[in-house]
């Protein structure tokens, strides 16, 4: 729902190989568009100033923030979430199962951004260093692991990642 | 037999959903006619409210209504909050008011509220509020709080100081005479805050069905949020429910009952509208609770050989604006000082002050830290003064196994003793040492040194009070589906206590933790509950859990018996059966459950009571000490003051851990966030109170690349005040870090004409501490 007085545009974009149409004021960001006017609640919003990384999702494979993006700019575009790392069969993906063998998470709210995040990292990189995982999550902050144990998930997943390549 | 569930690392039952996006927390909840709330909130520190005009907020599109502490007088029975903890001597006037009545006391005080169709709008709406307000001056700082002719933190009171009081045991200054060696230091910890990265979030949702409200909240104490809402809102228990969806952190933050609570749940029974707030971060910096300043100036004194004679000082402590809680963090870091260290005199004066900055309460580690780092100072500092080894002080002052269990003259603020129940601290101490490798150390200072930095160690310890009371509640029960839950007042924000939960559940039932379902932080659902704080929670819930379970263990053997015609001690519980052991004549929980049900009008087996249910309140007799030793290695760049750590090994104790990798994770994150403490994090206030750092690129919390492998070992001292022998291990992570990292800063350093006494060290500080001891040196 919104304000009267705003105008509303149409977004065409896919999400998770999924194609929506909704319509949306153009301030609203990419993450509330998300969260509110798809329903799709994986992705989280911590900060609201493009800090804490919670709400990073792939934008046509690149991680970007979706509280600095509008959903106006989406528009065309290709989007996924955490909810599109799911398998097809309802498995969970090696990255996901390697979050869960290693107690990566705690309380789970951050853990939608550095998923997305560490997806497009391994992607780039598939034998990162533990030093280049910690730099490539220096955007995104967790209050309760000590990020420790998302290294090692991170390090786990890529290669396991690297067996299946071969 | 040796445990099958217990002690094992299993797979977290929160997992699953949290990993696929399913997770739901508070703002992910959307019932058909949401509304949406925004706050206008007090943009200087102090000052006197001369109007709030709403015209113009009211009239745009989309807003429903705009809200003073007036309009929602009509469903309140008070314009306060209580003090939450039961607090004695503490003055009137201390509470928040539920939106602001006449004054101001901080900025991002709650002072208005706009419901309106999005949050958008309501925000929009809060901007047109127009507030005028005169200024007043504020108290910006505890010392100025305390000086003759000081601005009144709030003029309806009669004085700066929430709370005064002295700790400690034994003749101090008597003791000071025979000193061989004294230290005298003037320690500053800052402020600092929770920051979960879930923010605080409500909402209030009236069921037109049921007649009754459901209050969803992000927070860590479901059970006494809906205590103080019926209070405030002059409900009872069948008309208001808490319940808790996903919590994505607490750290403290979330342990009170906050005035957006109340004022959103009011708005909502005036309206009949579901209304939800989510706080930003903005709101977070503003609004949250913090924990600190503190300012201590103590003296301590030992003998030639370094044996610590007695610490005495004052302590002033920033309550902030008002004492939503109690002076319980002022209290708990005066009670740690001693630690794990044997401290024959000691004497604090402690003043708990009014200032016009956002209330402090516990956040993590609740004034242990402050304590402990007091501690690990003076021990830096009477070491250097008698040329003594800083590592061997600490060997010569911990308290020895012999003298355990071991209780200091000191209480805690439940007026029970402290007595440090079971641990080896010199072999904890020891296995740290080694697992740093100490032997080793010098070769890799050489080596640093040759690449032109500088290389130190440092090495702290501490103990963490552990499962407070007085009590937590569970009810374990096999349902006539065969399901077993367990229903609790206590409440997780991360910490995997579902999983824990369930392992103890299965270790009685045996039946898989995976298939236990665990109810945490729904008043409907368990009568009483306290919630998570104090790292209590496996211990408290945890034993009332064991104890039930057990119960209804022994009700299953009981109908089992009658079933199959054998002895209770023949049946064993596996894979969710009943089985005369080495046979194959066995029955379902389900089976079993479905006896204990009855049938209407027909009689129970002899023997059988209804259900397969026991709850249990397990209430410690005290709290249980874990004691923790950190060990770290970092290097200081001389030229710009950062530090970077390099080794990072903890010791702790964890009584008995039930899942060994929860634990370490507990350790880990507790850790991280004191080395945010000491190193980075820095909550700034202007001279008019007004906050400076309020987003997270201002205020640094640590982020992966800053933070070493932290290498953890477990010991396992079991405690003898609960069923399970466990120790908390929540907070444990955060107690000694900061001693030990300013203390290898030092020793990177190599000077000790000086201590360093402020946290944060941040670098341009450490540079300007470089500065001077190079002045030092050189005079």
Known sequence: MTNSAETLHTVTLTVNDVPHEARCVARQNLADFLRHDLQLTGTHVGCEHGVCGACTVLVDGLAVRGCLMLAVQAKGRSITTIEGLTQPDQQLGILQEAFAQHHALQCGFCTPGILMTLVEVLQDDPDPSEMALREALSGNLCRCTGYQNIIDAALAAAAALRKNQK | ?779
């Not at chain 2, 100490?438 to 160690?457: S, T």
């Not at chain 2, 001389?638 to 929860?662: F, H, M, S, W």
């Open chain 2, 1 to 779: 037999m040796d445990p099958r569930y217990i002690g094992q690392s299993v797979r977290r039952q929160e997992d699953d959903s949290l990993l696929r996006g399913m997770g739901k927390f508070v703002d992910d909840l959307a019932p058909h006619g949401l509304t949406h709330a925004a706050f206008l909130r007090s943009p200087v520190a102090h000052g006197r409210i001369r109007t709030i005009d709403t015209t113009f907020a009211s009239e745009v599109p989309g807003v429903i209504a705009v809200l003073t502490l007036a309009d929602l007088r009509p469903v309140l029975t008070s314009d306060r909050l209580p003090v939450q903890f039961k607090s004695d001597g503490l003055p009137p006037n201390i509470g928040p008011y539920i939106l602001a009545k006449e004054e101001v006391v901080y900025v991002g005080e709650t002072v208005a509220l706009v419901i309106a169709e999005s949050r958008a709008i309501a925000e929009d709406a809060v901007a047109l509020i127009d507030l005028d307000i005169e200024e007043l001056d504020p108290v910006t700082g505890c010392h100025q709080a305390v000086q003759p002719g000081a601005p009144k933190a709030a003029l309806d009171r009669d004085s700066n100081i929430f709370a005064q009081f002295e700790m400690g045991y034994g003749e101090v200054d008597q003791s000071f005479a025979t000193a061989a060696h004294t230290v005298s230091l003037s320690l500053v910890q800052h402020r600092g805050g929770a920051h979960p990265i879930e923010g605080r979030g409500v909402l209030a949702h009236p069921d037109s069905l049921s007649g009754q409200m459901t209050v969803w909240s992000s927070t860590q104490q479901a059970h006494e949020a809906r205590g103080f809402l019926i209070e405030l809102l002059g409900l009872d228990e069948t008309l208001l429910r808490v319940r808790t969806p996903e919590v994505g952190g607490g750290f403290g933050a979330k342990y009170l009952l906050y005035p957006e609570e109340v004022s959103v749940t009011a708005a909502s029974l005036l309206l009949g509208r579901p209304i939800k707030w989510i706080e930003d971060r903005r709101e977070h910096f503003l609004a949250a609770i913090q924990e600190r300043d503190q300012f201590w100036d103590v003296e301590a004194a030992c003998d030639a050989s370094g044996k610590l004679i007695g610490i005495r000082g004052t302590m002033i402590h920033d309550g902030g604006a008002y004492v939503p809680q109690g002076v319980n963090l002022a209290y708990n870091a005066a009670t740690a000082v001693p630690g794990p260290y044997d401290l024959p005199n000691y004497k604090l004066s402690v003043q708990a002050v009014a200032t016009n900055k956002v209330p402090t309460i516990p956040v993590r580690g609740a004034g242990y830290p402050e304590g402990t780092f007091v501690m690990e100072r003076v021990l830096d500092g009477l070491a250097d003064a008698a040329g003594l080894d800083r590592i061997e002080i600490r060997r010569r002052n911990l308290i020895p196994a012999s003298a355990m269990p071991f209780s200091t003259p000191l209480k805690s603020r439940s007026g029970s003793g402290i007595t440090y129940d079971s641990g080896d601290f010199h072999a904890m101490y020891e296995q740290a040492l080694k697992e740093i490798d100490l032997g080793g150390f010098a070769d890799r200072k050489a080596q640093a040194a040759k690449a032109g930095r500088l290389r130190g160690i440092g090495v702290a310890c501490g103990i963490k009070g552990t499962g407070r009371g007085p009590y937590e509640s569970a009810t374990v029960r096999i349902g006539k589906s065969g399901k077993v839950t367990v229903f609790t007042g206590a409440m997780p924000m991360g910490q995997g206590l579902k999983t824990a939960l369930s392992q103890i559940t299965a270790e009685s039932l045996g039946v898989d933790p995976g298939d236990i379902t665990v109810v945490c932080g729904d008043t409907n659902t368990i009568s009483l509950g306290l919630g998570g704080f104090a790292s209590r929670q496996t211990v408290v819930a945890g034993s009332s859990v064991t104890v039930a379970a057990k119960a209804v263990r022994e009700q299953a053997l009981t109908i089992a018996a009658g079933l199959f015609e054998a002895d209770v001690g023949d049946i064993e519980l596996v894979d969710g059966m009943a089985r005369v052991k080495g046979t194959e004549i066995q029955a379902s929980l389900k089976e079993l459950a479905k006896i204990a049900g009855g049938s209407p009008g027909y009689s129970l087996p002899t023997g059988v009571t209804p259900g397969l249910e026991a709850t249990e309140y397990f209430m410690p007799s005290g709290l249980t000490y874990g004691m923790g030793v950190h060990a770290v290695e970092l290097e200081v760049d001389a030229e710009t003051g950062a530090v970077t750590l390099q080794r990072y090994v903890v010791v702790n104790d964890c009584g008995r851990a039930i899942n060994p990798k929860i634990v370490v994770g507990q350790i880990h994150g507790g850790v991280v966030h004191a080395i945010g403490n000491a190193l980075f994090e820095f909550m700034g206030y202007d001279e008019q109170a007004q906050p400076t750092t309020t987003t997270l690129a201002d205020y640094l919390m640590p982020t992966a690349p800053e933070i070493p492998r932290i290498d953890v070992h477990l010991a396992e001292y079991p405690s003898p005040l609960n069923p399970l022998g466990v120790k908390g291990v929540g907070e444990a992570g955060c107690l000694p870090t900061a001693g030990a990292i300013v203390s290898a800063i030092e020793n990177a350093l190599g000077s000790k004409n000086q201590l360093i006494q402020r946290i944060p060290v941040m670098p341009q500080d450490l540079f300007q501490f470089i500065q001077q001891g190079k002045q030092t040196d050189a005079a």
